[in-house]
Structures are given as C-alpha cells and as structure tokens.
Nanobody
C-alpha cells in the first residue's frame, strides 16, 4: 500500500507560479513511477506529468515547457513546479503513484488561476 498526500494548491493570478508537493508513505520502495493529474468537474482526469524511476519524464502538451515534475527521494516527495499559469490550468491536481501495476491516488489539491 502507498499513501499520497498533496499540498501547495491555492489561488494565483495568471502568469504566476505555484509548487505542488506530494508526500508518499507506506511501501514506497515498490513505486515504479509517479505523476500528476488534474480534473475539472464533469471532465475526465487528465495526465499532467509523469516520471519513471529511471528518470524519464513525459508532459501533456498544454503544460510542456511551463511545468516541471521532480522527486526528492530522501524526503519521499514529488513536486510539480508550475510556471506561467493560465486560467485553463485551474483544476484539482492529484498525485499518482504506480506500484507493481497498482495505481494509488491522493485526495487532490485545488489550484485556481484568476485572469
């Protein structure tokens, strides 16, 4: 089992920055990949960024060159640095971990970008 807790969401003006943090606990040695997803009401959850244990990263086209995913293994944390935020980035952001083929999710943190 892996537990994930997100933090760092909030209200920011367009053009601003936020850094989301995800604290992982439990059987973290089993994690193969970590990622961030986002969701708005009535819409499907969508991938934002993912990083494998080998360091390979993948970003959704709308956030590429603005967002950066990173890990601090010593602190069991995953970060999402979000720069040049746009109103369309408004969503609940979820931390995700893949471990032995099982996906784990946090409860999410709300990011609101005002125009």
């Amino acid at each position: 089992q892996v537990q994930l807790v997100e933090s760092g969401g909030g209200l920011v003006q367009a053009g601003g920055s936020l850094r989301l943090s995800c604290l992982a606990s439990g059987n973290i040695v089993s994690i193969n990949a970590v990622g961030w997803y986002r969701q708005n009401p009535g819409k499907p959850r969508e991938l934002v960024a993912v990083e494998t244990n080998e360091g390979s990263t993948n970003y959704a086209a709308p956030v590429k060159d603005r967002f950066t995913i990173s890990r601090d293994r010593a602190k069991n944390r995953v970060y999402l640095q979000m720069n040049s935020l746009k109103p369309e980035d408004t969503a609940v952001y979820y931390c995700n971990a893949l471990a032995y083929g099982v996906e784990y999710w946090g409860k999410g943190t709300l990011v609101t970008v005002s125009s």
